[in-house]
């Protein structure tokens, strides 16, 4: 809130103001007229000035001092200097309106002095055709006359531009801290701003109404500098330039500062260090924009990836392939792979780092693999880890299928049947990524499992097609087919096998199974027989289909 000061320099004792009997040089007015003329500038003068600072003298009053009406339209007439009839009458102020003619108009002219000093303080003119336009005259002009003397006091809201300066009036100290409210009078004031880092403000304002604001700019002792910092490719934009200023340091990188030279120095971690020279000026703000002088920090960068050819990124923009040799930035993001890896690489000022990348979804793919092939065998663990994986590059199609694999055999840790079907959706989805081999072949093999024998046996043929001496999977469509009863397409793969592969004893027992499902005994002896030649794990199997197959002959005799 503004403080409030009453300015008691200026109070005033009430003030003595004689209007004169109005004169007319030419007598074109008579003595009512001019009477009436006289008698609208007091009327006037009360409406104007406030009555606890003048008193306006009446008629009476004026013609007591000089003695009669006889003597006072005399000397009236008569007296050569206003101010001298005010001193006649003891008055302070003294105003008389006179009349003349000119061009056959009538002319007005009215004056107010100071008695004490003698002094014109303010005066109007007028002419017009006859007395209302005589008296439209006074009525316009003479509020205006008078108002020169209203010594009232009017609230005045002051405030400066900086806030806080102590304020002076007409010399008089005050204790006004703007902002600050303070009595005036009706006249010209002269004030003065004291602020400190500030010059001293020194102005005459008019006074003129009540509520009255007035705003005083104070002019500054100080200058701004600010410098402007500058990025390149927005490197290092999250860290800021540390600031000195002839050896002192400075936090921030605008600063208010004494009128004078310095010498700057600018530096970054990741730029090379600037050096300016600038002048600092009262009232002004300089910039130092440094864009045209910064330069990066850079080292050199040696990088590998476990893949070659993999993009190599410097602030989202591609510069090489790996293995890649080259200058970077010191505070650049390096990033490498179709999926932007940040490379976590500390390079060197003017030095050489060499550097090989290692992608998050390659240690955690590796890590998976350790469960399912390592010591600790966790086929859950694993299958966190190949999720892990997938959610970084889902278009591993190795996770995929690695994960389809730990599925098949989790169980019976979970449901059987979900965890199939699990594993039948990765093995796809790492199919329509790349359609391998081996893929296949895990989904055709849950296909197997869960007995649709169809399904697995578009998969193995799909194989066969990709690779033809495929025998596994000649094998394995042998069984799909065998489990459909479809023998003799059967037989053929479990030949067509043992033409490529004859030194596996699970083709032989695999036909000799459909021979006897056909019952042909005679040619499913010979495979088991075959079987039993190999000393394979099979052979106690193989002993067995041999004797219930002398027992089914026997029974037949």
Same mark, same amino acid.
């Given at each position: 809130?503004?403080?409030?000061?009453?300015?008691?320099?200026?109070?005033?004792?009430?003030?003595?103001?004689?209007?004169?009997?109005?004169?007319?040089?030419?007598?074109?007015?008579?003595?009512?007229?001019?009477?009436?003329?006289?008698? &609208?500038?007091?009327?006037?003068?009360?409406?104007?000035?406030?009555?606890?600072?003048?008193?306006?003298?009446?008629?009476?009053?004026?013609?007591?001092?000089?003695?009669?009406?006889? &003597?006072?339209?005399?000397?009236?007439?008569?007296?050569?200097?206003?101010?001298?009839?005010?001193?006649?009458?003891?008055?302070?102020?003294?105003?008389?309106?006179?009349?003349?003619?000119?061009?056959?108009?009538?002319?007005?002219?009215?004056?107010?002095?100071?008695?004490?000093?003698?002094?014109?303080?303010?005066?109007?003119?007028?002419?017009?055709?006859?007395?209302?336009?005589?008296?439209?005259?006074?009525?316009?002009?003479?509020?205006?006359?008078?108002?020169?003397?209203?010594?009232?006091?009017?609230?005045?809201?002051?405030?400066?531009?900086?806030? !806080?300066?102590?304020?002076?009036?007409?010399?008089?100290?005050?204790?006004?801290?703007?902002?600050?409210?303070?009595?005036?009078?009706?006249?010209?004031?002269?004030?003065?701003?004291?602020?400190?880092? @500030?010059?001293?403000?020194?102005?005459?304002?008019?006074?003129?109404?009540?509520?009255?604001?007035?705003?005083?700019?104070?002019?500054?002792?100080?200058?701004?500098?600010?410098?402007?910092?500058?990025?390149?490719?927005?490197?290092?934009?999250?860290?800021?330039?540390?600031?000195?200023?002839?050896?002192?340091?400075?936090?921030?990188?605008?600063?208010?500062?004494?009128?004078?030279?310095?010498? !700057?120095?600018?530096?970054?971690?990741?730029?090379?260090?600037?050096?300016?020279?600038?002048?600092?000026?009262?009232?002004?703000?300089?910039?130092?924009?440094?864009?045209?002088?910064?330069?990066?920090?850079?080292?050199?960068?040696?990088?590998?990836?476990?893949?070659?050819?993999?993009?190599?990124?410097?602030?989202?923009?591609?510069?090489?392939?790996?293995?890649?040799?080259?200058?970077?930035?010191?505070?650049?993001?390096?990033?490498?792979?179709?999926?932007?890896?940040?490379?976590?690489?500390?390079?060197?000022?003017?030095?050489?780092?060499?550097?090989?990348?290692?992608?998050?979804?390659?240690?955690?793919?590796?890590?998976?693999?350790?469960?399912?092939?390592?010591?600790?065998?966790?086929?859950?663990?694993?299958?966190?880890?190949?999720?892990?994986?997938?959610?970084?590059?889902?278009?591993?199609?190795?996770?995929?299928?690695?994960? !389809?694999?730990?599925?098949?055999?989790?169980?019976?840790?979970?449901?059987?049947?979900?965890?199939?079907?699990?594993?039948?959706?990765?093995?796809?989805?790492?199919?329509?990524?790349?359609?391998?081999?081996?893929?296949?072949?895990?989904?055709?093999?849950?296909?197997?499992?869960?007995?649709? @024998?169809?399904?697995?046996?578009?998969?193995?043929?799909?194989?066969?097609?990709?690779?033809?001496?495929?025998?596994?999977?000649?094998?394995?469509?042998?069984?799909? @087919?065998?489990?459909?009863?479809?023998?003799?397409?059967?037989?053929?793969? @479990?030949?067509?096998?043992?033409?490529?592969?004859?030194?596996?004893?699970?083709?032989?027992?695999?036909? !000799?199974?459909?021979?006897?499902?056909?019952?042909?005994?005679?040619?499913?002896?010979?495979?088991?027989?075959?079987?039993?030649?190999?000393?394979?794990?099979?052979?106690?199997?193989?002993?067995?289909?041999?004797?219930?197959?002398?027992?089914?002959?026997?029974?037949?005799?």
């Amino acid at each position: 809130m503004p403080l409030y000061c009453k300015i008691t320099s200026f109070l005033y004792e009430p003030e003595r103001v004689a209007i004169i009997q109005t004169l007319d040089n030419r007598d074109s007015l008579g003595i009512q007229d001019l009477a009436f003329l006289t008698d &609208r500038l007091r009327e006037t003068a009360v409406n104007v000035l406030p009555e606890s600072h003048y008193g306006i003298m009446t008629t009476e009053s004026i013609v007591a001092f000089l003695g009669s009406q006889e &003597r006072a339209a005399k000397v009236c007439k008569e007296a050569s200097c206003l101010a001298e009839l005010g001193r006649m009458v003891s008055a302070d102020y003294v105003a008389q309106a006179r009349i003349g003619r000119f061009n056959k108009n009538l002319t007005i002219k009215t004056e107010l002095y100071s008695v004490k000093k003698g002094n014109l303080i303010n005066s109007f003119t007028g002419e017009s055709k006859n007395i209302s336009g005589l008296l439209a005259i006074i009525n316009e002009k003479a509020p205006i006359l008078f108002k020169k003397l209203d010594k009232r006091l009017y609230s005045v809201k002051l405030s400066t531009e900086p806030s !806080g300066a102590d304020l002076s009036f007409d010399v008089v100290s005050s204790s006004c801290t703007t902002p600050c409210k303070v009595e005036l009078p009706a006249s010209n004031v002269r004030i003065t701003a004291d602020l400190d880092e @500030y010059e001293t403000a020194d102005t005459t304002i008019s006074i003129k109404q009540n509520n009255q604001r007035i705003l005083i700019k104070m002019k500054p002792n100080f200058g701004f500098l600010y410098v402007k910092p500058a990025y390149l490719e927005g490197i290092g934009k999250n860290e800021q330039w540390s600031l000195t200023l002839n050896g002192q340091s400075f936090y921030s990188l605008e600063n208010k500062l004494p009128a004078d030279k310095y010498k !700057g120095e600018l530096s970054h971690r990741c730029y090379e260090d600037i050096s300016f020279n600038i002048v600092v000026s009262k009232g002004k703000r300089q910039v130092f924009d440094m864009a045209k002088q910064v330069k990066l920090k850079k080292g050199g960068l040696v990088l590998k990836a476990e893949k070659s050819g993999e993009p190599v990124f410097v602030n989202g923009k591609q510069v090489g392939k790996t293995p890649f040799s080259g200058s970077v930035p010191l505070c650049a993001v390096v990033e490498v792979g179709k999926s932007k890896e940040k490379v976590a690489v500390e390079l060197e000022y003017n030095g050489r780092v060499e550097y090989t990348h290692e992608f998050e979804y390659e240690v955690l793919y590796k890590q998976g693999k350790a469960y399912m092939e390592g010591e600790i065998y966790d086929p859950n663990r694993a299958i966190e880890y190949f999720t892990a994986t997938l959610k970084i590059k889902p278009d591993y199609h190795e996770a995929l299928f690695d994960r !389809g694999g730990a599925y098949s055999v989790r169980w019976p840790t979970e449901s059987v049947k979900d965890d199939q079907d699990r594993a039948i959706e990765d093995f796809t989805a790492a199919i329509r990524i790349k359609p391998d081999t081996s893929y296949y072949n895990g989904r055709g093999f849950t296909y197997y499992l869960k007995k649709n @024998y169809t399904r697995a046996i578009e998969d193995y043929t799909a194989i066969l097609k990709i690779k033809p001496d495929a025998y596994e999977a000649l094998f394995w469509r042998g069984n799909a @087919y065998s489990s459909k009863g479809n023998y003799d397409k059967a037989i053929e793969d @479990y030949t067509a096998a043992i033409k490529i592969k004859p030194d596996d004893s699970r083709y032989y027992l695999g036909r !000799g199974e459909a021979y006897r499902s056909k019952g042909n005994y005679d040619r499913a002896i010979k495979d088991y027989k075959a079987t039993l030649e190999m000393d394979s794990d099979d052979n106690d199997w193989a002993i067995f289909q041999i004797k219930e197959i002398e027992k089914i002959r026997q029974m037949k005799k």
